[in-house]
């Protein structure tokens, strides 16, 4: 249910930075809005997994680095991570498009912050009980 719940918080962040964010768009599977809702969920999914995954090696690799720049790479590091999942979205025919590097770094900024805003709206909902 918490894993549910955090996977529809990020493709609700995620659709919201498209609206935001132009050079950050999602081209769905399917015409429709009820395939369009289904890539929004699948691309979360694939951000969460990368994001869990390669975003924590990277994080632990450059732990020096993060240190070095106070902490400002990890702009850099994340704009890469949405540009990954561009990329494998991209591999299926569909899902996250990134316009370029500078988009995917302002993408993931974006997508950060209303991630966050949205996590605290629906925090008593993800604790564990």
Do not use: C, D
Request: charged residues 5%.
């Amino acid at each position: 249910m918490r894993f549910l719940l955090k996977v529809i918080i990020n493709a609700l962040a995620l659709w919201l930075t498209t609206l935001i964010v132009s050079g950050v768009t999602v081209v769905p599977y399917a015409p429709g809005s009820t395939a369009t809702v289904l890539t929004y969920l699948l691309v979360a999914l694939i951000f969460g997994v990368v994001n869990a995954i390669v975003g924590t090696v990277i994080r632990i690799v450059a732990f020096p680095l993060y240190i070095l720049t106070l902490g400002l790479i990890s702009f850099i590091v994340n704009g890469l991570l949405l540009l990954l999942v561009s990329w494998i979205s991209g591999l299926m025919g569909f899902g996250l498009h990134v316009a370029g590097f500078w988009w995917g770094v302002l993408g993931a900024l974006v997508l950060g912050i209303i991630g966050w805003l949205i996590g605290l709206i629906f925090r008593p909902f993800t604790r564990e009980r």
